[in-house]
């Protein structure tokens, strides 16, 4: 049974950074994709970032990107989404997914696998 936990949301203030956690267990992810999503209150979920678990391709939203960066260690079996230049917006609950089949959408509707979040609030 796959299981996904996020850590590392917090408070900060405009202009701080951050660095998300998700440690991945039950599965062999060798070909999954692994992404970031967030969502704000009373908004939909949106895409973050995306990590090609096999090559280490990733994508990045348009308004993360320059600031925000998705990484992967593969003995940890853990993604990282650190986050810089933090700003009011980025305010959310961020959620790591995975996608079995490796392609990596931005559709969160691909994604079969979901942690159970972790609350990023930012300052101004």
């Known amino acids: 049974q796959v299981q996904l936990v996020e850590s590392g949301g917090g408070l900060v203030q405009a202009g701080d950074s951050l660095r998300l956690s998700c440690a991945a267990s039950?599965?062999?992810?060798?070909?999954?994709?692994m992404g970031w999503f967030r969502q704000a209150p009373g908004k939909e979920r949106e895409f973050v970032a995306i990590?090609?678990?096999?090559?280490?391709?990733?994508n990045y939203a348009d308004s993360v990107k320059g600031r925000f960066s998705i990484s992967r260690d593969n003995a940890k079996n853990t993604v990282y989404l650190q986050m810089n230049s933090l700003k009011p917006e980025d305010t959310a609950v961020y959620y790591c997914?995975?996608?079995?089949?490796?392609?990596?959408?931005?559709?969160?509707?691909?994604?079969?696998?979901w942690g159970q979040g972790t609350q990023v609030t930012v300052s101004s």
């Open positions: 039950g599965s062999t992810f060798s070909r999954y994709a």
């Open positions: 997914a995975a996608d079995s089949t490796g392609v990596g959408s931005t559709w969160s509707a691909l994604y079969d696998y």
């Open positions: 990590i090609k678990w096999s090559d280490g391709n990733t």
